[in-house]
């Protein structure tokens, strides 16, 4: 598979956007959580499409899956993580977190067909 850039991959578009609803959605969290959920919450948000972008720019699909293995896992942790601010109720939309939620989920089988088709 040869990309131009990883910014041409709908897989790392989608999940830019999911960074921007993370960012959105966290920014209503107490002030108290800022050095710790909601830090943990953007860094696992920004981790995926980092990855992608950095598996994207390595030599090799062998690098390239390895890279989308850890997107997988920070997709993983953000899922986890946003699960803990819904029970917490740090989340006061019920329709932007669902909007995440199944985000997460289109964005886990893009990872998963791509990491097949390498």
């Not at 830019?16 to 710790?36: G, H, N, Q, R, W």
């Not at 953000?78 to 740090?90: N, R, S």
Request: hydrophobic share 40%.
């Amino acid at each position: 598979m040869t990309i131009k850039s990883h910014k041409d991959l709908k897989l790392w578009q989608e999940s830019m956007t999911l960074v921007e609803d993370v960012y959105t959605i966290s920014k209503t969290f107490p002030k108290e959580e800022l050095y710790a959920l909601t830090s943990q919450i953007r860094r696992a948000a920004v981790s995926v499409p980092s990855n992608i972008a950095e598996g994207a720019g390595r030599k090799g699909e062998k690098e390239f899956c390895r890279f989308l293995y850890i997107a997988l896992g920070s997709l993983s942790e953000l899922d986890t993580q946003l699960e803990i601010a819904t029970i917490l109720k740090y989340i006061n939309s019920e329709e932007l977190i669902n909007s995440i939620f199944e985000r997460i989920i289109y964005i886990r089988r893009m990872i998963s067909k791509l990491i097949k088709s390498l």
